[in-house]
């Protein structure tokens, strides 16, 4: 006996128990096809009586759920009649959720009309749940660590420090399909030890390991000129004529100066006899002088002393044509690649090199013990006020000037020593870490609050940046000014560079653009080329960069450029660059550069379900997988994933499908169908993915699979009809809009506000959507939507009736912890 | 063959007598150990040489026909795929018959993966949720480490192959949590596991060259106190102001800091960071095979210097669909593994559990090499569990699962033998007897009814 699987398997390779992911539980996604978007009744029009509530469900519920029939423990009739709602909360959630997802009544059962379904979705919301649209919860969110990619970003944005958090640190866990989710962001031991070396390590390049040096300044070299009129400049002096090119310095300190010029001869990649006389001068008087050829294609340094009183001086750098080139030989040219003074020398004046400046930014440190202290404040007021995104309160301030500046150590740590104590004390405090948002009764479940203005600036910078605040937020925000003009802050952060992050980490996990670098993916196989570097020729890691590159500067491009986001399904253009388009077969397109690329009316391209990213990570190492690919365009574009399969999948007669050798994937497919079992899943998951098989396991287009033509057209379970991929994305983008819409919103809140969607959150999610409809789907009106929702601008007190599980405490202290035992709160610390 | 709990106690009694009655060989026992918590030495053997527990698993389970070996105790035939362990027949034995029940679906349906990975050492039955709460159980690993954490430089050490995550959602509604992490120090905080072999290495013995190393890690950890000391403070100020889940996080959080603080203590007590006196490996290999060896190399360094005796090693997750280059095989693991009875797929599930067999062996081969302090090797005071959380990965089975127990538990422990459970045997059973060799005292743990006579 062989069962429904091993069919599925014979080609797909996945076993539909085993596909990666049945996101059910808890998500909102199930509402989707309850009705088609534009025939969805507005919520305001008509509220369903209890009475008319009671008789839809008696004409489709009451059979087995009703009337002393009480199927899976459920008598919806009594349950209705329950007057003690808040206690029966968790059976109605069950009854809400199956009737959004359309898995009751079951598939074989008379099914009710869309306005009746809707009419017991909304009775339940408004009598049960008594959810509110004009004040919808907003639900809590717990207290987030930053993940790996914020870590370094924020490190990168507070210091100009890079740092690999991604090797450093653990992975980060996920929650609904997003590293962001605040309740499955653990901290473990090994991260708090992760995160102090990671302090120690970024502050050591953030400080100078000595004092402040003899101050050393770079001279610009566009800054050379030859003369007023001249056009030569210091980038490019050709050996064929004499040249003197100058520029004034001004120095405010006499003293002797270090004169420092880097500079190379190019021009040529074979040996040439050109040569030139190179000299620095200052004041027009030589300083060093060398001559120049081929030879000396590495960098020369031309070093010297002057001395400089105080007041213009000029400094240049002169040319002599000495030996010119052989015929057939390339002539030579000069470039100068730094120049640097540094002085003056005896050591009157002393300050740090440029890059701890941020630090260290008024300058080296006063000589008298007050001076100092005063300054160590300074310093890390300014830099824990960033980091910890928060002014400092003066007791933390107080105590960081002590462990900077101890009293009591020998030999006493100088004040560069002092200050990196200072500052990694601050990048392992929790108010770095995590982003801790305050709030009055933090117990108390039925107190909602706005956040703060400061926890709101860093909910957006982490949302759009994922990294801190900016000082022009943070200003905002500490004068209580940012709610005023949000909307004017969210299109600003949009359009900085910055927001290339939010691309990348919301589209690298909705669409999984994250996995393609690493996805296993036999190519040499799925092409049927005979060796790998006949595939690496078509498929390679420039192809690899490229593809993912394609998904997420369509996303930015519908983001910045205020398009809507259904050309995300439909666009008649994508990205390429040479690389890319080759792959695709698309001509046209010369040079590494990804650019917008027009793309043919009748091609295959067009859209995300036709990039090879999307066609990539839904395969298999060797083959494509239909079940894969339909699951994700469910769970992902249209919000509605198919339940979970049943514990015990009958086996399936597959005698007859197996007269006449070996049957086409689709007829297998749909043998398997016939079982109302398995349909119940696999006919909302394969057609989709049975049209998408027009694109093999890399994503190359393909007429035919086994010599057999692949027949691309399917319906979806809502009934809608598509010919092929293209089609499917049309029909999404229009007739099924409404799902789309309500699926990216929630994809982005949950990625936005960190936890997963709630019942509670469907008048938020109502409200996204119809804000989309209205205004042509502009991917832009979703951002500013999603900032101004409850759940982004509000916080709810803890204890809620989801998460009240008793929590674990910590360890006992070091002390306390010789005879290992458990403790009823967290053990008070002993000074 | 669950046997009844008193037997099983006397019988473990009657082993211990022979410890108890040589009071003589105490002064063998090294310094620190004699500064365990507790009445006796814990996690040590009968000459007080450290005894050490170590888990390792394999994912997706295995094809049970090659696996499961002919006869049973002494005398019975190694199957195909334990073929690379012939060497070392008299330092392991099999078990089949243990099952983890909270693998099994029940009312949460799908989900075996995450479930078979989350189960595997816990016992306990991972809540449903793709992130909102998630809830398991505390791990053998940590149970143990808890009593026996304080005797040793790292109360545990927790390695993975896998260092990067698949985007989008994990196992059917469960957070990839329960799918990435074997350990759990609370049921609600897992473990993180560290994937690089450098950091590592970096982590037990310091950073910089052979020789520099433990002076760069004594003077690091002086440094810390009084950073720990502020970021404590810090912790227990934001603490008071925070909700209860929020406090949680903190709670974790103030957890890690107490736990440097005590490595830092326990450093003081015990000396010198020992230098194994080896090169820093660098990073992650690209060879899946090269990176299982080192770190192999890293936990038998752990174990040889005495810098812990508990860890876990997460081969590669449960649902992994890891291709195997090495070997040849160019499909996925996973994809494989529902092989639905076809030859074709079942011949390439026993390459894989054959070759993760041969890693086992080159595991072993190390710790039976490495000499123990007590003239022993690494490989008799130590008690390592091999298995999956499968063990049909088709059918998605928990029961009958594959499990090798590895080592002679400094004489404790059975070997060269194949122990068939005639009749369903909770997995924790075991456990609850190594925690008795352990000395950790426990009765009872997950879902364990009985004791295991190992």
């Known amino acids: ?831 | 063959m669950t046997l009844d709990r008193q037997a099983a106690r006397r019988k473990f009694l009657r082993g211990m007598g022979v410890c108890i009655a040589l009071p003589a060989l105490d002064w063998l026992a090294p310094r620190h150990a004699a500064l365990a918590a507790g009445t006796g030495p814990k996690a040590t053997t009968a000459t007080g040489a450290p005894l050490r527990m170590a888990f390792c698993y394999i994912p997706n389970g295995v094809n049970v026909a090659c696996w499961t070996p002919n006869g049973e105790g002494a005398k019975y035939e190694l199957n195909r795929t334990m073929e690379p362990l012939a060497d070392f027949r008299s330092d392991f034995q099999v078990i089949t018959g243990l099952e983890q029940r909270n693998g099994f679906g029940g009312k949460d349906g799908a989900g075996d993966h995450a479930r078979a990975n989350a189960t595997i050492l816990t016992g306990a039955r991972p809540r449903k949720t793709a992130g909102a709460d998630i809830q398991l159980g505390v791990s053998v690993d940590q149970l143990a480490a808890q009593h026996v954490g304080d005797a040793t430089r790292f109360p545990s050490l927790e390695l993975s192959c896998d260092g990067v995550r698949k985007s989008g959602a994990c196992d059917s509604g469960y957070s990839c949590a329960y799918q990435f992490n074997l350990s759990w120090r609370t049921p609600t905080s897992p473990m993180a596991p560290e994937s690089n072999p450098r950091l590592v290495f970096e982590r037990l013995f310091g950073a910089g060259s052979s020789g520099q190393r433990s002076e760069a890690f004594r003077q690091r950890q002086q440094q810390q106190r009084s950073i720990l000391d502020f970021a404590a403070d810090e912790a227990e100020r934001l603490h008071r102001q925070l909700g209860r889940n929020d406090q949680h996080k903190l709670d974790e959080y103030l957890t890690g800091v107490r736990d440097i603080e005590r490595r830092i203590e326990r450093a003081e007590r015990f000396g010198d960071v020992a230098d194994p006196g080896v090169e820093t490996p660098s990073g992650i290999p690209g060879n899946y095979r090269q990176h299982l060896r080192l770190m192999s190399d890293m936990l038998v360094l752990a174990f040889q210097t005495d810098s812990t005796r508990i860890a876990t090693f997460l081969m590669a997750h449960d649902g992994s669909n890891r291709t195997f280059e090495d070997i040849g095989i160019r499909d996925g693991h996973h994809s494989l593994s529902h092989h639905m009875n076809d030859k074709a797929k079942l011949e390439k599930i026993a390459k894989i559990d054959a070759f993760y067999t041969g890693e086992l062996a080159y595991f072993l081969g190390r710790l039976r090499n490495t000499k123990d302090r007590d003239g022993r090797t690494l490989l008799e005071n130590s008690m390592i569990v091999y298995a999956s959380g499968l063990s049909d990965g088709n059918r998605h089975q928990h029961n009958n699962l594959p499990v090798i127990l590895a080592g002679h538990g400094g004489g404790l422990l059975h070997a060269s033998r194949h122990l068939k459970l005639t009749q369903p045997t909770p997995m924790t059973n075991l456990y609850v007897s190594m925690l008795d060799a352990l000395k950790v005292p426990v009765e009872q743990f997950g879902d364990s009814n009985g004791r295991l006579e190992i």
């Open chain 1, 1 to 831: 006996m062989r069962t429904v699987d091993l069919w599925l398997n014979l080609r797909a390779g996945v076993h539909p128990l085993a596909a990666r992911s049945w996101l059910l539980a808890g998500c909102l996604t199930l509402a989707a096809s309850v009705a088609v978007a534009d025939e969805r009744a507005p919520l305001t029009v008509r509220s369903t009586t209890t009475a008319e509530m009671r008789r839809i469900a008696d004409r489709y519920c009451f059979e087995c759920h009703g009337r002393g029939s009480e199927e899976g423990n459920l008598a919806l009739d009594k349950l209705v009649d329950d007057s003690n709602r808040a206690k029966r909360h968790a059976a109605w959630l069950a009854v809400w959720k199956n009737l959004r997802a359309q898995s009751m009544p079951p598939a074989d059962e008379p099914q009710p009309k869309d306005h009746e379904r809707q009419a017991l979705i909304q009775w339940i919301e408004r009598e049960v749940f008594h959810l509110d649209p004009a004040n919808p919860d907003p639900g809590r969110v717990t207290i987030r660590r930053l993940n790996r990619v914020e870590y370094e970003y924020t490190i990168h944005d507070l210091l100009g420090v890079d740092f690999d958090a991604e090797e450093a640190f653990p992975a980060d866990d996920t929650g609904y399909g997003f590293d962001t989710i605040g309740d499955v962001l653990t901290i473990s031991p090994l991260l708090v030890e992760k995160y102090l070396e990671a302090a120690r390590a970024v502050v050591a390049k953030a400080v100078p390991p000595e004092g402040p040096g003899v101050p050393r300044r770079g001279v610009s070299i566009g800054g050379f000129r030859a003369g007023k009129k001249s056009k030569k400049n210091a980038y490019k002096v050709p050996f064929a004529d004499a040249a003197t090119l100058e520029q004034t310095v001004n120095i405010d300190v006499a003293g002797r100066y270090s004169v420092r010029f880097e500079v190379r001869a190019a021009g040529a990649d074979e040996a040439t006899s050109n040569t030139a006389r190179v000299s620095t001068v200052v004041d027009h008087q030589p300083l060093k002088s060398q001559e120049i050829g081929w030879d000396n294609n590495n960098t020369i340094v031309l070093a010297g002393e002057a001395k400089l009183s105080r007041g213009r001086h000029a400094l240049g750098i002169e040319l002599t044509p000495l030996d010119p080139p052989q015929p057939g030989e390339d002539r030579l040219f000069l470039t100068v690649r730094k120049v640097e003074l540094q002085g003056p020398l005896d050591g009157t004046l002393r300050e740090y090199p440029s890059q701890f400046r941020r630090v260290f930014f008024d300058g080296p440190p006063p000589a008298d013990a007050e001076g100092r202290r005063e300054y160590a404040a300074k310093i890390l007021r300014h830099f824990a006020d960033r980091a910890f995104r928060r002014p400092i309160d003066d007791v933390t301030l107080e105590r960081l000037v002590d462990l900077a500046l101890p009293l009591d150590r020998t030999p006493q740590p100088t004040f560069e020593q002092g200050i990196a104590d200072g500052l990694t004390a601050i990048l392992v405090s929790p108010r770095f870490l995590l982003r801790a948002e305050l709030q009055t009764q933090p117990d108390n479940p039925s107190k909602i609050v706005p956040l703060d203005e400061l926890a709101l600036a860093s909910r957006l910078s982490y949302f759009l940046w994922s990294s801190l605040p900016d000082d022009q937020l943070f200003d905002l925000a500490r004068h209580q000014r940012l709610r005023a003009q949000l909307a004017e802050q969210v299109d600003r952060m949009l359009d900085d560079p910055r927001s290339q992050r939010f691309v990348e980490n919301f589209v690298g996990q909705w669409l999984q653009t994250r996995d393609v670098d690493g996805f296993s993916i036999d190519a040499k196989k799925v092409l049927g080329l005979p060796t790998r570097d006949a595939s690496v020729r078509v498929f390679n890691s420039a192809v690899r960069r490229a593809l993912r590159q394609e998904t997420e500067m369509l996303f930015a491009h519908v983001l910045r450029s205020r398009a809507s986001a259904l050309d995300l399904l439909t666009a008649d253009y994508t990205f390429l660059n040479e690389p890319l388009a080759k792959f695709y077969g698309i001509e046209g397109v010369d040079g590494d550069k990804m650019r917008q690329v027009n793309l043919a009316k009748d091609g295959h391209r067009g859209g995300i379900l036709t990039q090879a990213s999307v066609l990539l990570v839904t395969s298999n190492p060797t083959h494509t997988s239909p079940v894969k690919r339909g699951l994700f365009v469910l769970e992902n574009l249209l919000g509605s994933p198919p339940p979970p399969p049943p514990a015990n999948v009958p086996p399936l007669d597959v005698k007859s499908v197996r007269k006449g050798g070996r049957p086409l994937l689709r007829t297998l497919l749909e043998e398997h169908r016939r079982d109302p079992l398995c349909a119940s899943c696999h006919s909302r998951m394969d057609p989709i993915g049975l049209a998408m098989e027009e694109y093999n396991a890399l994503g190359l287009w393909r007429e035919r699979e086994f010599a057999k033509p692949i027949d691309t057209a399917g319906r979806l379970i809502t009934g809608e009809k598509f010919a092929d991929t293209r089609d499917l994305e049309r029909v999404i983008a229009t007739q099924r809009r409404g799902d789309f819409y309500r699926c990216l919103s929630e994809k982005m809140l949950t990625y936005a506000v960190g936890r997963g969607m709630e019942y509670y959150d469907a008048p938020t999610v109502d409200k996204l959507v119809a804000s989309l409809e209205r205004d042509g789907g502009r991917l832009r009106t979703l951002v500013h939507g999603i900032v101004d929702s409850a759940p982004f601008q509000k916080r709810r007190g803890d204890g809620s009736q989801q998460s009240t599980a008793p929590r674990s405490k910590p360890a006992p202290r070091a002390a306390d912890a010789a005879a290992p035992k458990s403790s009823p709160t967290p053990v008070p610390r002993s000074r």
